[in-house]
């Protein structure tokens, strides 16, 4: 959309309905306040945990390791102090104008009215995880977010419907977030649609490549040739990597697989969407119920879903969140598109500067969909982008 704004005529061309793969289920937060990447020292701490327990917050699958060695050890040198800092003021830059950049497309698609604003809040169970979470409340303070500890008799005023089992908690107050994520992919597709942005149902192969660029995007229903002056842009979120590499872009793409849990009739509202700190799920009050969304599983493209993992997430909420229902419950897996330091590639193709790059975005794709497209439109007319883009530059291992 931000490219038609800029004047472009385009062609999306997706395998999928609109609003399906890992953007159909996500937790719905948009996390502008979100400045810590996945790997941390605290991460580290973890590491054992991940290995042994396939239900952990954190787990790898011990088939995949070979695979995801070169990722792993990527994600171990993002770790390192330095770059965790340098890593947190990129995704503040990135983050804080997430929700100003989605406002233009969702008022043109009529769909402001999915947005609640109303923060964000962590809870924790045990004095040890919340000690934990010090070094990374540190960090957040350090990157200028607004947040206020609760002290355990403030939290249910805060959240009525918690466990008094609930210890400590921590209320961002800048967060938002969608009920329905779904709803809002199909209103910006319509709305694309309407500014007569084309929508073509097919799976992309490869492509055919020339000395100056992509000539012809090969699919399952044929070929769409390609114009000199035209541009690419690959979006295929986990599935971009061998894409990319097509067009001259070696970028490490991996996923982090996560879990949700969908209950159609709660028996229960929350005011905002709520972090259990110990799990790593987050429970946000959706149209069509309640949603807990989360955890990580590194585990690659083509194993099957671990649900066992997601009863995890049901059993802990329904802990946390007493006379919880879980009638009706269903289950859902989905790719997040992960680099190893948690900032996604945006960007031009190191080979071809009229192909261009938009995926990685990890456990921030709902909240930096927009931003990055406009990002994408400003680097597509040659204008300087309105954030410092080299922090995401494809070609930055
Ligand atoms: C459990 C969970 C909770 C999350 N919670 C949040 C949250 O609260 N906030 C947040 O900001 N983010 C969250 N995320 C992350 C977010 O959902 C993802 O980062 C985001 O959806 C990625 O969007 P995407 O468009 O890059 O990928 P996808 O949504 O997966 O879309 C990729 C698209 O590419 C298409 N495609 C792939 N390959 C091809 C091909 N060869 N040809 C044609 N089409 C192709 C697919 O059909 C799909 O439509 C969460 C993720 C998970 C799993």
Redesign the pocket.
């Known amino acids: 959309m931000y490219l038609q704004r800029a004047g472009f005529h385009v062609r999306l ?19 502008v306040s ?1 400045v810590e990447p996945v790997a941390t020292v605290g991460t580290l701490r973890q590491v054992p945990r991940m290995l042994l327990d396939d239900l952990a917050p954190l787990s790898i699958r011990w088939p995949y390791m070979p695979r995801l060695t070169p990722w792993l050890l990527r994600f171990l040198a993002a770790s390192r102090p330095q770059r965790v800092e340098e890593i947190s003021i990129a995704l503040r830059e990135i983050c804080q104008p ?1 929700l100003d950049a989605y406002l233009p497309l969702m008022e043109m698609a009529g769909s402001t009215s999915l947005v609640r604003r109303g923060g964000w809040l962590t809870v924790y169970e045990s004095d040890e995880a919340f000690a934990a979470a010090s070094e990374s409340l540190a960090l957040k303070r350090r990157r200028g977010v607004n947040f206020d500890v609760l002290p355990a008799e403030e939290v249910r005023q805060m959240e009525p419907r918690l466990a008094p089992t609930i210890r400590h908690a921590v209320h961002f107050s800048d967060y938002s ?1 969608v009920t329905s ?1 779904l709803a809002l ?1 199909q209103s910006l597709a319509e709305a694309f649609q309407r500014q007569g942005g084309e929508l073509r149902q ?4 490869g492509f055919d490549v020339g000395a100056s660029g992509p000539e012809r995007i090969n ?1 399952d229903v044929g070929a769409f040739e390609l114009e000199p002056d035209d541009l690419v842009v690959i ?6 990597k ?2 990319a590499a097509q067009l001259g872009a070696k970028v490490p793409l991996d996923t ?5 849990v969908m209950l159609p009739d709660p028996g229960l509202d929350l005011r905002m ?1 709520v972090c259990h700190g110990e799990s790593g ?2 429970s ?1 009050t959706m149209d069509d119920g309640l949603r807990l ?3 990580v599983e590194l585990g690659g493209l083509a194993a099957p879903p671990n649900w066992r993992r997601a009863d995890v997430i049901l059993q802990h909420a329904k802990r946390i969140l007493p006379g919880l229902n879980d009638g009706g419950a269903e289950r ?7 680099m190893p330091d948690s900032l996604p590639v945006i960007g031009a193709s190191p080979r071809f500067r009229n192909v261009f790059l ?12 927009a931003v990055s497209g406009r990002m994408i439109a400003e680097m597509a007319t040659g204008r300087p982008t309105s954030i410092n883009a080299a922090p995401y530059k494809p070609d930055r291992f």
Request: aromatic share 10%.
């Open positions: 061309i997706d395998r999928d309905a609109p609003g399906k793969g890992a953007s159909y289920g996500n937790a719905g937060v948009i996390a979100s997430a977030w994520p992919s097919a799976t992309v192969n699919s979006a295929a979120g986990a599935h971009s061998p894409l982090e697989r996560g879990y949700h969407p799920f987050v946000t969304a989360g955890t859902w897996m989905g790719f997040r598109p992960s938009a995926f990685g975005h990890g456990h921030l794709g709902l909240t930096l969909a």
